[in-house]
């Protein structure tokens, strides 16, 4: 037997997909554990690990990846301040209830405590959980020191002297801020996590899916669906959108949130049909109304109430838009064939945009057809290259068929357009 028997039970435990950490990294960790327990036999290894809920811990420390620092991506919690407002004034009588797993060394519970005290919501009416795998995260993150790092986004500054005690060059969150989060261990493959809990409006569960398989993953999926309330809305990581996107979730209308809902309950029922997502653009849309999909829809004909003898280009640009809104009705609807047909007879009219190439694609890939949407992303950059919703989906599926370097290169993209966003605003507030 050798270390990959050790491998393969990290795998069956938490999900772990050993390529996802960079070749030889696990089975290094491993070496280390065995040289630390004086072993040098990987079956008498695994034999100890499968014993020793100890060494299982200081196995479990040395893989996992707590990389995290306070409002990482800001614009998250931008929308959960606004979205859990929103629900209070719906819900007068109830909590609003956040979980944060993999919770990590703190940051991310302790940002989503700080979002709440900053928009004034009195304490009783918001619960925080935090969980996480490694018994030494939960540690540090009870202890709540935390160095300059854990401050890098550039939005987290503002809230060092609201929030912290200054200790030399390290940070200590002040202690009514850490009460109001409740850290456990806990692994979310496991069927009896949070088993006894009321579901949660919220959950946090952003870049953990990336280090899974594809069994891990959907165990991970169900856990999250199991745990979300009926109207809640999960976080994922921006890398983790196309996960979401194919497993039964709509994203929420706002730039680089990254939220999602669960689709509507018919949907559900049928695993073949996926909601595709608004493409999300660089500044947050405008709100629409919420329209239902046509019971009898047609696909070749643009909407009455877009028609106009007004200017040639606008006309044009109304009449492609509405195509577009009927395409997403027929997605949202399960209707997926017939939505690729109103697409792509945007294209065949000589109006093809970005978006409704980016929009083509989605629905490809929600047929489950990846060689058909990469070159309609392709399309969708080459006309507007910063469009951040078809740069993750073809890093994505870039990833999936081992183009790292492009895939990385692309998600690179999306991190720049990212900042230069957040500098934006931030001079357009000043």
């Known amino acids: 037997m050798s270390i990959e028997s050790v491998i393969s039970l990290l795998t069956d435990r938490i999900g772990l997909q050993p390529s996802s950490l960079g070749d030889g990294m696990v089975a290094l960790a491993i070496e280390r554990r065995m040289e630390a327990c004086g072993m040098t036999d ?18 479990v420390e040395a893989v996992v990846i707590p990389e995290t620092w306070f409002f990482r ?15 209070l004034a719906e819900h007068r009588r109830d909590r609003f209830r956040v979980l944060s797993v ?21 304490p009783e009416r918001f619960r925080i959980d935090a969980a996480d795998i490694s018994g030494e995260v939960i540690g540090r993150a009870e202890r709540a ?32 801020v850490r009460g109001h989060v409740h850290f456990r261990r806990g692994n979310l493959l496991d069927e009896t996590f949070l088993r006894n809990e009321r579901p949660y409006d919220a959950i946090f569960c952003r870049n953990m899916m990336i280090y899974f398989d594809t069994a891990a993953r959907q165990r991970t999926l169900n856990a999250l669906r199991r745990l979300l309330a009926d109207d809640g809305v999960i976080f994922a990581g921006y890398a983790e959108a196309m996960i979401m996107l194919q497993s039964g979730f709509t994203s929420v209308d706002h730039a680089q949130a990254f939220a999602y809902r669960v689709a509507a309950p018919a949907l559900r029922r049928d695993p073949s049909h996926t909601v595709t997502s608004r493409p999300a653009s660089r500044k947050p849309a405008s709100k629409r109304p919420t329209r239902s999909p046509s019971k009898s829809p047609s696909v070749n004909k643009t909407p009455k109430s877009k028609r106009s003898t007004g200017d040639p280009v606008e006309n044009k640009q109304d009449a ?35 978006e409704s190439y980016c929009l083509l694609g989605l629905i490809h890939e929600a047929t489950g057809d990846r060689d058909r949407a990469e070159p309609c992303f392709d399309k969708a950059l080459y006309l507007d290259p910063d469009l951040e919703e078809a740069l993750v989906h073809l890093s994505l599926i870039l990833e999936l068929r081992g183009d790292i370097a492009r895939a990385t290169a692309l998600k690179d993209r999306v991190q720049r357009i990212g900042e230069a966003n957040t500098i934006e605003t931030d001079s357009k507030t000043k």
């Not at 695994?46 to 100890?54: F, P, Q």
């Not at 993999?102 to 009195?122: H, K, N, Q, V």
């Open 42 to 59: 990987p079956t008498a290894y695994r034999r100890h690990v499968t014993t020793s809920a100890d060494e299982w811990s200081q196995l």
């Open 73 to 87: 991506d800001w614009e998250p919690f931008v929308f959960l301040g606004r979205h859990a407002m929103r629900w």
């Open 102 to 122: 993999p919770c990590s060394s703190g940051e991310e519970p302790y940002s989503i405590a700080m979002t709440f005290l900053d928009r004034l919501i009195p």
């Open 145 to 176: 020191v935390y160095g300059p790092y854990s401050f890098r986004e550039r939005e987290a500054e503002r809230f060092q002297d609201r929030y912290f005690r200054r200790l030399g060059k390290q940070f200590e969150l002040q202690e009514h």
């Open 320 to 354: 492609t838009q509405a195509l577009m809104d009927e395409a997403r009705r027929l997605a949202d609807g399960g209707h997926l064939e017939e939505a690729i047909t109103v697409c792509e007879s945007i294209v065949d009219d000589g109006r093809a945009t970005a």
